[in-house]
Structure formats: structure tokens, C-alpha cells
């Protein structure tokens, strides 16, 4: 036997609480862990997850065991997913001894594309979010993605005798799920309603090509919620969602920002 397993130390977090108030999460905040994430294509690629968990900590005891989230965290050794995130969720709340809780995962995530002509390969990183809530059968669950795309001003363009100003957007969308849904379902959603979407290389075949493109599709920041919204209502997976779009302008100090949300839950 170990020396410290003879130790007969005091469990301070499980004694009582005469104070009368629940907590309602309670929990660790900002932990950064490696993990493997399956992608559309079944692969496992390796990130790195800022990891935010927490469980509802009952009147009657005074403290929950901090320790025991990251034991739950580095003892599921498999890949992480929307699918897998139940199971992940559910060993918390066992090792916690907890009713309900919420888990988030936050992470980048690499998808390679094709340039636009000359087909050359590069990766492009996206902000990815897993989150979980709730407890039992009643387990919630969330996916958002950031995705900068390229977006231009129709007015600017319909007014200028020749130009358009253009600037870098972040449309970011979190998906309320009813089914399995992939990172890759939500970015091409937002990369379809942009002026153009982005690569991580590029040539000049396809300079000009990105160029064209975001002229020949204008979009308003209105212009982006609204169109992402459109395919987040017609998909039977999504059960609700939140839109936003924050275009960083090129001839303003300030951004424009626009969002939508809708629970089709209660449609």
C-alpha cells in the first residue's frame, strides 16, 4: 500500500451546507486539453480544446470535486464529435454525481481546400464549439462555428463608378441539434451565402477569381443572417439556431453586425 493511501484525510467538499442555496453549475473553467476530433470524412485530426465543465451542486453539500472533471476528461481517450459528446456528458455527471451540468469545448478546426482554378490544396481553420447541457435523457446539444468569409457593399458598389469597398466577415452560427450535424454542414452553409469565401492559399488565377466573384455577389451584413437562416430553417437536424454576422469594415473604425435567432421548437 502506498503512503497515501493510508492518509485518512478529510473530504471537506462533501460535508453539509446549512445556507440553503443551490448552485446551479460549479465546475472548471479555461482548461486547455489535447484531443481528436472525427471530421466529415471520418478522419481523426488533433486540437487543442479549451474545455469549460460544470455540474448543479445541490443545496445540502458544500462544494463539488474539481479533480474529478479532469479525471473524466483524460479517461475518454476516443474521438470527439456531436455523436460522441452525449456519452462525454454523461460519464461527468456519473463521476460527479450530479443530476444536470453543461460541458463546452471550444477548439480550431482544419478543413483542406481546393482553390477556386488552380486547384491547389491548403488548410483553412474555422472556430468549432461542442457544447452540451442538461441531464439523463435530456441531454441538449449545441455545434457552432466562426467562419470568416469575404462579403462587399452592394450600395458601395452601385454607386462607385468603378470599386467597391470589400471587408472580412465572421459569420458565426450555433445550431441547437436534433440529429448528428458536422462542422462542415454549418461552414459551407455561411460560405454560400457570402460574397466569396476564403482560402488559406492562393494563386493568382485565383486572386482574380475571389476578386470577381465577391464583386459579381454583393452582400449586405442583412444579407448574410438572412441567407444562412433560410438553410438553417429548411434543415430537419437543426432545431434552433443563432445567426450573427460582424463585417469588419475597410472605410469605417467600427463594424456592422446583424443576427437572427429562432427556436423552431416553438414555430
Known amino acids: 500500500m502506498n503512503a497515501p493511501d493510508r492518509l485518512l484525510l478529510p473530504d471537506i467538499q462533501s460535508m453539509p451546507d446549512h445556507r440553503a442555496i443551490a448552485i446551479d453549475r460549479v465546475g472548471i473553467r479555461g482548461l486547455r486539453h489535447p484531443i481528436k476530433v472525427t471530421t466529415a470524412n471520418g478522419a481523426a485530426i488533433g486540437t487543442i480544446a479549451t474545455v469549460d465543465m460544470a455540474v448543479a451542486l445541490p443545496v445540502a453539500l458544500k462544494g463539488t470535486h474539481m ?43 482544419f478543413v483542406m481546400k481546393r482553390a477556386p482554378v488552380s486547384g491547389v490544396e491548403s488548410l483553412m481553420d474555422y472556430e468549432v464549439c461542442l457544447r452540451a447541457k442538461g441531464g439523463g435523457d435530456d ?47 454549418l461552414i459551407a ?12 492559399l492562393l494563386k493568382r488565377p485565383d486572386e482574380k477569381y475571389v476578386t470577381e466573384r465577391a464583386y459579381d455577389n454583393p452582400k449586405f451584413v442583412e444579407d448574410l443572417v438572412r441567407d444562412v437562416a433560410i438553410e438553417l430553417e429548411r434543415d430537419p437536424r437543426v432545431a434552433a439556431y443563432l445567426v450573427t454576422s460582424e463585417n469588419f469594415e475597410s472605410i469605417h473604425n467600427h463594424s456592422a453586425y446583424a443576427a437572427i435567432e429562432r427556436d423552431k421548437r416553438a414555430a
Do not use: W
Not at 70 to 93: I, K, N, S, Y
Not at 151 to 158: A, G, N, R, T, V
Not at 189 to 200: I, P, T, V
Open 189 to 200: 452553409m455561411a460560405e454560400r451565402a457570402a460574397s466569396c469565401e476564403l482560402y488559406g
Open 67 to 109: 479533480s474529478r472533471f479532469l479525471e473524466v476528461l483524460q479517461a475518454h481517450e476516443g474521438e470527439l464529435g456531436v455523436a460522441a459528446l452525449p456519452d462525454l456528458m454523461r460519464a461527468m455527471l456519473r463521476r460527479l454525481e450530479a443530476t444536470n451540468g453543461t460541458l463546452s469545448l471550444r477548439f480550431a478546426y
Open 139 to 185: 441531454v441538449e446539444i449545441a455545434l457552432e462555428v466562426g467562419v470568416p468569409v469575404t462579403s462587399l457593399c452592394p450600395c458601395s458598389k452601385e454607386i462607385s463608378e468603378y470599386g467597391a469597398h470589400n471587408q472580412r466577415s465572421v459569420v458565426t452560427i450555433s445550431a441547437t441539434l436534433d440529429s448528428p450535424l458536422d462542422p462542415e454542414d
